[in-house]
């Protein structure tokens, strides 16, 4: 149990345009999912964090007119990259967690290498 | 917020020996700390957790020790392989918010 689907696993992207990471949890309810962002040989860090219905909380330093977070149903979350650069290519993860399997259980999905031309 | 500290960032043992990475946390509210192991290109895999009422917890090879006092936590690694070669993050959690620490990348040498 506990499994979260995240696509597309790869994308190539023209500078300027937008790309859409969707990230799913298939067996549990996800109140909250989190974005995290890891440059090559670095840590994960965390680009702000979602809860069904409301509006995503950024961390600093975090453009939110940038990267938009949706988290429109406990079961799904989407980040977008509008206006990619390539200084936005990169490996973007999410995690989710939910209610009743573990309380502070995080379980991440695949990562999305994101690549901007 | 909470800030994770670990060390070292690189760690290089002969096989069968044994690693040890240690981390530091700043917010004395956190009670969960998990550690994750992250190979090249995936998505970091849980292998171990403690909860702060816990000092100590094992599974086969892999150990975590918690110091609540001291605000530190380790992770042990014994008999070490080299498929246990990979990039391992500590992490402090309270409640919702977690935050890992910068990374060790253990290799494993045959």
């Known amino acids: 149990g506990a499994v979260v689907s995240q696509h597309p696993s790869w994308v190539i992207c023209k500078s300027g345009t937008s790309v859409k990471i969707e990230c799913r949890s298939l067996?549990?309810?996800?109140?909250?999912m989190f974005w995290y962002r890891q440059f090559p040989k670095q840590s994960l860090m965390l680009m702000a964090t979602?809860?069904?219905?409301?509006?995503?909380?950024?961390e600093q330093g975090v453009e939110k007119d940038k990267f938009l977070i949706n988290h429109a149903s406990l079961t799904l979350s989407t980040l977008t990259v509008t206006s990619a650069h390539p200084e936005d290519s990169s490996f973007y993860i999410c995690?989710?967690?939910?209610?009743?399997?573990?309380?502070?259980?995080?379980?991440f999905g695949s990562g999305t290498r994101l690549t901007v031309v | 917020g909470e800030n994770v500290e670990q060390h070292p960032s690189t760690l290089s043992v002969q096989e069968g020996d044994s690693a040890v990475i240690k981390c530091t946390y700043s917010?004395?509210?956190?009670?969960?700390f998990p550690w994750y192991k992250q190979e090249l290109g995936k998505r970091p895999q849980l292998i171990i957790d403690?909860?702060?009422?816990?000092g100590e917890k094992k599974d086969q090879r892999i150990a975590v020790t918690l110091n609540k006092t001291a605000k530190h936590f380790s992770l042990h690694i014994t008999e070490t392989q080299p498929e246990d070669s990979a990039v391992y993050f500590c992490?402090?959690?309270?409640?919702?918010?977690?935050?890992f620490g910068a990374g060790t990348r253990l290799t494993v040498k045959p």
């Open positions: 995690s989710a967690s939910g209610q009743g399997f573990n309380l502070y259980g995080y379980t």
């Open positions: 067996d549990f309810q996800a109140t909250t």
């Open positions: 979602s809860n069904e219905g409301s509006k995503a909380t950024y």
């Open positions: 917010d004395s509210a956190s009670n969960y």
């Open positions: 403690i909860r702060s009422n816990v």
């Open positions: 992490a402090a959690s309270m409640s919702n918010d977690m935050r």
